[in-house]
């Protein structure tokens, strides 16, 4: 009985470690990045209506070329911009489709930060709620004695 | 009670036919073929008993865990030392035309169309927030010398790797022989021209009458009187054993009887010391009462050498002894319980071996005393052995 007993909590604890808080870090680190996107995407568009409220047409920039070395870098023409959809396709836009395109983008973001969010909370439950069933099997304490006690 | 003697004089330490000085010789001696034999025994541990084999194994995965840390450390940095001849190669090649068509980025997930201008003209970074404006050469210069502090970590990075690789594989080996059950036989390296000197050392020291009492001989001393100590108590539990059926009212009454006959042996005791200036142990004093005129002469000379020899070789000793039992038990008890009280600020450590023969040999009526003095005087060596030794032996050294 007692050795049951042992092997269902070490099954329980088994299940904690090696499968739910995994999980849960894995949820984590993708909704970070789902996050950077949005900040990537959101500074896009502040920089986008930036260049409309100036009338910006032409532009001298610095550009990265690695290790922190900057070239100077010359933009005749702001008026088209070339924007990431994804999967390394690049489209040409005007500033108004590319806002138009970023506000859409960045609603998905939101919902799947949403999603991510839900999710992270469902195995924090998750996890929260095997301790519990873990003590009852330990105490061999029935549910609704262990819920009362609870409770009190 | 012959067969008792019998038993006494088995245990008398140091032998009671030799000389006090050379007795002393005789125990240096002994101590050292007893330290020579532990030497020799040497030590027989297994492995597994010092490195359990998963222990060995766990401490063996931490390494590895370590080592693929640093691996992983290391090939960062060859990305970094690629990228940066890549850089290089590109620097040295930007100048070549006066502009280049390329995408400009614009954020991370926008760019525009664009071209490169003023291709000789690079912003490096110097650290910590400040940029230099340099040249194509200037800038591959500096790109030079990152690579060279880039390839220096990698080599650091290697050396720590390897040490690593020699550590595990020690763990390795180490949790191999545990699980074999290899034995680790350890014995002490006695270097025997060291051990001869030492040896004739305290030969000197001996035949120059002056025993030195530092600490190391004291502790070593010690250790062997508690030795003799708890053999002698072992054979006065068998004694008390074998004749508590005829002796039991007596030890009730010495308890009683303690106090005052202690009291009137000091007071005779202050009366009859004849040397101020040298506090006498009582026993002595107790020795000079009941000799003859002869030997009390020949007690002063003894005297005055123990006096400076620092009290631990008692002369008189077998003498002293054999009177002894010529007196009547009661005397000796009294004797023993004035010891008692009297012997504990005087005692040096080095004299305890002898008392304790005398004691022994004085019979088998003093046990209360004895065991009360046993424990005064262990604690007296533990507190005073150390202190008391130290001047004398720096007074003797400038008598030198």
């Known amino acids: ?152 | 009670m012959e067969g008792y003697k019998c038993n006494c004089t088995k245990l008398y330490w140091p032998p009671k036919k030799l000389p006090p000085s050379l007795s002393l010789a005789v125990k240096q001696e002994r101590k050292g073929e007893a330290k020579m034999e532990k030497g020799i025994k040497g030590t027989v541990t297994s492995v597994s008993s010092m490195y359990p084999a998963e222990e060995a194994q766990k401490a063996a995965k931490r390494v590895q865990d370590a080592i693929a840390e640093k691996q992983e450390e290391l090939e960062r940095l060859r990305d970094f030392i690629s990228d940066n001849t890549n850089l290089v190669t590109l620097v040295q090649r930007l100048p070549d035309q006066l502009q280049h068509d390329i995408m400009v980025p614009f954020g991370k997930a926008a760019f525009f169309p664009g071209r490169l201008k003023h291709t000789n003209e690079f912003l490096v970074l110097l650290g910590d927030g400040y940029y230099a404006e340099r040249t194509s050469i200037q800038t591959m210069e500096i790109l030079k010398r990152r690579g060279k502090t880039l390839q220096s970590q990698v080599d650091s990075l290697n050396a720590m790797v390897e040490d690593l690789k020699a550590e595990a594989s020690f763990f390795d080996a180490t949790a191999a022989e545990a699980a074999e059950g290899f034995l680790e036989i350890r014995e002490d390296y006695v270097d025997e021209s060291s051990a001869r000197e030492s040896e004739s050392d305290l030969l000197k020291q001996i035949s120059s009458s002056s025993p030195e009492a530092d600490n190391k001989t004291n502790a070593l001393e010690d250790e062997e009187f508690a030795r003799i100590m708890s053999r002698m108590d072992e054979l006065e539990k068998e004694e008390l054993a074998a004749e508590s059926y005829n002796e039991t009212g007596e030890h009730e009454e010495t308890d009683v009887s303690l106090d005052s006959f202690s009291d009137q042996i000091s007071l005779h005791q202050v009366k009859n010391s004849e040397e101020p200036e040298f506090r006498k142990p009582p026993d002595q004093a107790k020795y000079k009462n009941t000799m003859s005129e002869e030997v009390k002469s020949r007690h002063h000379h003894h005297q005055d050498f123990t006096n400076r020899s620092q009290g631990n070789i008692f002369p008189g000793n077998v003498s002293t002894s054999s009177q002894k039992t010529l007196m009547p038990p009661e005397m000796d008890k009294v004797q023993a319980a004035a010891s008692s009280r009297h012997e504990p600020p005087l005692q040096t450590s080095t004299s305890k071996p002898e008392f304790d023969s005398q004691k022994a040999f004085t019979g088998s009526i003093v046990e209360h005393p004895y065991n009360l003095e046993r424990n005064s005087s262990e604690q007296t060596v533990s507190k005073s052995g150390s202190q008391r030794s130290k001047p004398v032996s720096r007074f003797k050294m400038q008598r030198k």
């Open chain 1, 1 to 152: 009985m007692d050795s049951f007993r042992q092997e269902k909590v070490q099954r329980f604890e088994e299940f904690v470690d090696g499968r739910l808080k995994p999980d849960l870090v894995h949820a984590i680190a993708e909704r970070d990045k789902v996050f950077e996107q949005q900040k990537i995407f959101s500074d896009l568009r502040r920089n986008i209506e930036n260049l409309e409220k100036n009338s910006v047409t032409s532009l001298r920039t610095l550009v990265n070329l690695g290790s922190e070395v900057y070239m100077q870098a010359d933009v005749p023409d702001t008026k088209r911009i070339f924007v990431d959809v994804g999967l390394g396709f690049h489209v040409e836009f005007t500033w108004s489709e590319a806002l138009n395109y970023i506000s859409l983008r960045e609603e998905k973001l939101s919902r799947q930060i949403e999603e991510y969010t839900h999710l992270i909370a469902s195995i924090k439950a998750q996890i929260k709620l095997v301790f519990p069933f873990m003590a009852m099997i330990f105490y061999s304490c029935p549910l609704h004695l262990f819920c009362k006690q609870i409770t009190e």
